[in-house]
Nanobody, 122 residues
Framework: VQLVESGGGLVQVGDSLRLSCASS????????MAWYRQVTGRPRELIGT????????AYADSMTGRFTISIDNTKNTMYLQANSLTLEDTAVYSC????????????????WGQGTQVTVSS
């Protein structure tokens, strides 16, 4: 599975941005997808997840409110809508996909995109 993020760039404080994560495979063949971000010098942090078939979302406590994750399974693409951006939102945003295969508990396979830089300026 290849994941390609797009939509990053330079924005101003208060702006909104929509990032995309395109999957090379049918997103319904994946169990969950997620958005993460990483600020230089800090650990990667989870923004939220989405279950591909039910489109149920869950967000990290610190991310609730300004971020919305959605998915269009007809386009095999997940989205991240980010509103009211602040300087602290400057980071590399990456998407992740997971699926479990095999008998019993099986094996969880995890896939990552290359990331897209979002820079918020004043």
């Amino acid at each position: 599975v290849q994941l390609v993020e797009s939509g990053g760039g330079l924005v101003q404080v208060g702006d909104s941005l929509r990032l995309s994560c395109a999957s090379s495979e049918n997103t319904l063949s994946l169990d969950t997808m997620a958005w993460y971000r990483q600020v230089t010098g800090r650990p990667r942090e989870l923004i939220g997840t989405i279950t591909t078939n039910s489109r149920t979302t869950a967000y990290a406590d610190s991310m609730t409110g300004r971020f919305t994750i959605s998915i269009d399974n007809t386009k095999n693409t997940m989205y991240l809508q980010a509103n009211s951006l602040t300087l602290e939102d400057t980071a590399v945003y990456s998407c992740n996909a997971k699926r479990r295969r095999g008998k019993g508990w099986g094996t969880v396979y995890s896939y990552w995109g290359q990331g897209t830089q979002v820079t918020v300026s004043s």
